[in-house]
């Protein structure tokens, strides 16, 4: 089972408060870690599905028994709780202010107790979708352990919270569904669940999810 919010965050809180030097010359011999993103892109084509991610993704939702849902417009949104840390906390604040100018806002949101551990923003029009925002709490990231492992030809890949938010949107945003992914973190996570890059399109942050994808 996975640890509860408190005890992760006491764990890495804890850990930031211990200093660690390493010597220039032993930095520079550390190899730079391959990349979610460049492991994904290094699969053999036919060894993987966008299927087996989002289903992942499920399983770990079970596991871990939050609650995960999309707020529409005239829908309330939960307060992001106590002690979370997000970048773009802001946004989440602004999003009542958004709709009531008109805009047709959406905003996935994943629940721990009484705690938003992430959550998502998307616009919706006629010409399909926006994905502006994504974002999960510092201490319920993968690199903070709260992840289930799947196993695709040999490698390890780790599912989370940011998979959950991006599954709750791509079920309930209009295709196509756009996204600029400026992270490769955050572009493994929409490739795996089946967003491509936007044809003939030189940016590789640009990605697109189509019907049927």
């Known amino acids: ?35 979610s993103e460049d492991r994904l892109q290094n699969l053999p084509k036919d060894s993987w ?17 939050f609650t995960a849902v999309v707020r529409h417009p005239g829908e309330a949104l939960p307060p992001l709780g106590p002690d979370v840390t997000y970048k773009y906390r802001c946004s989440y604040h602004e999003v009542p202010k958004r709709i009531a100018r008109g805009e047709n806002v959406l905003v996935a949101v994943v ?14 029009g006629n010409a399909g979708s926006e994905i502006e925002i994504i974002d999960v709490d510092k201490f319920s ?15 390890k890949f780790g599912v989370g919270v940011g998979h959950v938010v991006v599954d709750l949107l791509a079920d309930a945003l209009s295709k196509p569904v756009f996204v600029d992914a400026s992270s490769p973190e955050s572009r493994y996570i929409f490739k795996s669940l089946g967003f491509t890059r936007r044809p003939e399109e030189r940016n590789p942050c640009l990605l697109q999810l189509l019907d049927g994808t």
């Open 1 to 35: 089972m996975y640890e509860p919010f408190e005890r992760r965050r006491k764990r890495l809180e804890s850990r930031a408060g211990q200093p660690a030097f390493t010597p220039l010359e032993q930095l520079l011999q550390i190899p730079i870690p391959e990349s």
């Open 49 to 65: 599905r966008p299927a087996f991610f989002a289903e992942a993704t499920r399983e770990f939702l079970r596991e871990a028994g």
């Open 111 to 124: 629940i721990e107790d009484d705690r938003v551990i992430g959550y998502g923003i998307a616009t919706q």
């Open 141 to 155: 990231r993968r690199s903070a352990g709260l992840e289930h492992i799947l196993a695709l030809d040999g490698r």
